[in-house]
């Protein structure tokens, strides 16, 4: 029998105590924190059924061993006679990894067993285990005889395959590290073997600091992903393991690298270790594979991945049987998630989802319509389920956001407040009718918020207060979690609600209902939000006609010039800088079009704009997908640096129709001015019957 130190003392405790220890009294009993005894629960769980035992708890929280007396006296009996480790195979497995990447690239077998404290035949398992493992990195593990073990591969490549190995096992016990350190707590030695405790916590204040604020904000998996690869990074650099392999050179004019040199910077500047361009360049490429934008911080003029997403969101539609052509919010998700998944995708840089499982189980209708519509949609491109089940999450919560709910207020919170907390929201108000509404919080953020504002406080982690009633569920909400919901309320509807009766309680919901005003006044906001919208694109939208020998800054600065004149723009050069700085980031040129979208936000815009410049010579100029394109008409498109979801839907409806079918890029491209004039209101049109007008 395999058992920890730690599992055997608690299992030691809970029979000769049966129901006083708790599991805040074993925390403080073991000097651990309470999700690490809640966790060394669950494997005792797994011990208990070998012997036909269960654990229970009493009504005092007290935990019990339930079951027969003779199966008790055998599980005692067994737990004399075995030796109990502190290290499982997974912990051993890692320590082999650092060993092989961090102590040469040749080792004998016999030497590993040793320092490894097991067997020859066990290290000779965990070296199978790990070779599998590390091809998916493109790194060999051989043996040789005489030779031993050796290992080769790129650095870029081992410090993927580190970090994932971090990621997909150790992401719970990472959290829960971070989290002792920032509270204070000394921790002897180094995080698992390998992080310098003061790398994590600097690390994590300045990625809050530089990268994880308001419009580059991290989904869980990815913000722990971003420190994990960056200590990584620290550490490989320290000890002379450099990476050798060039970067790509168009990743230095992205706000990704932006935000990773002033990262780097600082780091050099607390550590004294240098950071090399390459190292810059590797952890850029690892933001803009994890980066989750707010969703109503996303571009509007993501043309080609916005019309594949539009024709993605049609054909799930369509096998469902349900429309969510219309849901804006859905497709706003989706774009601001898939442009780092294919990203990560083409780097071979695949994502662990621990919750595909439960998602394909939970869900197998919607996972097999998303995954044969992507097949159809994206063809150059191969989906693995763990990417396909977090697209799975967005349509799951669009699925779900129509119920309409009354009464409780109450909170989510997740690690960072992102991620599957969204569909975690949704489930919880489709499952429990009488939840009036949910806010979703990181803990950092409820760290700072009162408890007593909430009538009910869920989370998807253990949360470092004992004072504290909430209810643990899984991101996912299974019918045990939803149960537990239900008791709570039951045994504290009257502190929710706050009434004694059934005809204080009919009050209150009048109470509730007569605030629905506000809905109404917020829904006048977003029709004028759109009339406004739809006035500033017609009144300003203008085709010129522009002299040949013009390259394509000089035609900018003429279309910038006209809107100043109209007192559209107050800052010329400011506009034109942010035009300029835009184009550096990527090509702007529509692929097998003559068309090209200059677009850009600014404070210095006062409204919203679309012009078109026909030329009578094309211009050269790099293609959303890298190659150059021969641009005969440069497409404008301007906002103010704030903008509603309603103006970002409005603009969107414009980039996304630009290339809607043979037709619409015909009219784009015409230098007509009526017939795109007349194309732009049939666009606005369909979305007002579709979206505001009701037959």
């Known amino acids: 029998m395999y058992i920890t130190s730690r599992e055997k003392s608690i299992i030691d405790l809970i029979v000769k105590t049966a129901g006083k220890h708790t599991v805040h009294s074993l925390s403080a009993y073991l000097n651990v924190s ?15 059924k070998h012997f036909e035992l269960e654990l229970k708890r009493t009504s005092d929280d007290g935990l019990i061993i339930n079951g027969k007396n003779e199966h008790i006296y055998k599980l ?34 016999q030497v590993l067993s040793k320092q490894l404290g097991v067997s020859i035949t066990t290290i000779t398992a965990y070296l199978d285990d790990l070779t599998h493992w590390l091809n998916q990195f493109n790194i060999t593990l051989t043996r040789k005889k005489g030779v031993g073990v050796e290992i080769h591969g790129h650095e870029t490549n081992k410090r993927k395959a580190l970090a994932n190995y971090f990621i997909v096992h150790f992401h719970e016990e990472i959290i829960e590290s971070l989290y002792l350190l920032q509270m204070g707590n000394m921790v002897k030695g180094p995080v698992l073997g390998y992080f310098s405790p003061k790398y994590l916590v600097l690390v994590e204040e300045l990625i809050n600091k530089y990268i994880n604020h308001r419009q580059t904000r991290l989904a869980d998996h990815d913000y722990i992903g971003l420190i994990i690869h960056t200590c990584i990074t620290l ?73 594949f997403i539009k024709h993605l969101i049609q054909d799930v539609s369509s096998q469902l049987n349900i429309d969510l052509t219309k849901d804006f919010s859905l497709f706003q998700g989706l774009l601001a998630h898939m ?32 995954k044969e519509s992507l097949e159809k949609i994206f063809k150059d491109i191969t989906f693995p389920d763990d990417e396909v089940a977090f697209i799975v999450l967005h349509f799951g919560s669009a699925l779900l956001m129509s119920e309409e709910k009354v009464n409780i207020h109450a909170v989510v919170v997740c690690p960072t407040g992102i991620g599957t907390s969204k569909m975690l929201a949704s489930r919880i108000k489709k499952e429990i009718s009488e939840i009036y509404s949910i806010e979703i919080k990181s803990i950092k953020d409820f760290e700072k918020a009162n408890p007593k504002d909430y009538d009910l406080i869920i989370s998807t982690v253990r949360l470092p207060y004992a004072d504290l009633d909430y209810i643990l569920v899984t991101p996912l909400l299974n019918d045990e979690d939803i149960d537990k919901i239900h008791s709570f309320l039951k045994q504290s509807i009257k502190k929710i609600t706050k009434v004694r009766d059934y005809e204080q309680q009919i009050h209150h919901k009048e109470i509730v209902t007569s605030s629905s005003t506000l809905s109404f006044k917020e829904l006048l906001q977003e029709i004028k939000d759109v009339q406004t919208s739809m006035e500033e694109i017609l009144n300003n939208f203008r085709v010129y006609r522009m002299n040949k ?14 809107t100043v004149q109209d007192n559209i723009i107050t800052d010329a050069q400011s506009v034109y800088r942010s035009l300029k700085a835009r184009e550096q980031k990527g090509g702007l040129g529509i692929p097998n079009t003559n068309m090209a979208l200059f677009h850009c936000r600014d404070e210095h815009i006062n409204q919203l704009i679309f012009q078109i410049s026909h030329l009578e010579e094309p211009c050269i100029v790099r293609g959303m997908d890298g190659k150059q394109i021969q641009m005969k008409n440069l497409l404008l498109m301007l906002a103010p640096s704030s903008l509603t979801v309603r103006e970002q839907e409005i603009l969107s409806l414009i980039s996304t129709s630009l290339i809607e079918n043979d037709i619409a890029m015909m009219i784009f491209s015409s230098s007509n001015e009526d017939l795109i004039r007349k194309k732009i209101e049939d666009v606005f049109l369909e ?5 505001l007008i009701k037959e």
């Open 34 to 48: 309470v999700r690490t005894v809640q966790r060394d629960l669950k494997s005792v769980e797994k011990i208990l």
């Open 687 to 691: 979305y007002l019957q579709t979206n």
């Open 549 to 562: 020998g013009n390259d394509h800054f000089q035609i900018l600065e003429k279309m910038i010039e006209y």
């Open 235 to 307: 550490q490989r650099t320290e000890n002379k393991f450099l990476i050798q392999e060039e970067g790509n050179d168009s990743n230095r004019f992205s706000t990704e690298f932006q935000l990773i040199q002033k990262l780097c910077e600082q780091l050099e500047k607390e550590l004294n270790i240098t950071l090399k361009e390459q190292d810059l360049q590797f952890l850029t490429v690892v933001l803009k594979g994890s980066k989750l934008h707010d969703a109503d911080k996303i571009d509007y003029d993501s043309i080609l991945l916005g019309k």
């Open 339 to 370: 442009e780092p998944s294919i990203f990560r995708l083409k780097q071979q840089m695949g994502l662990f989802n621990p919750l595909t499982g439960e998602i394909k189980h939970k869900y197998p209708v919607l996972f097999m319509a998303v």
């Open 76 to 109: 005692i009996q067994n737990l004399i006679d075995v030796n109990p480790t502190d290290e499982t195979p997974k912990e051993r497995k890692l320590q082999l990894l650092i060993k092989l990447f961090h102590e040469g690239e040749s080792f004998k077998i």
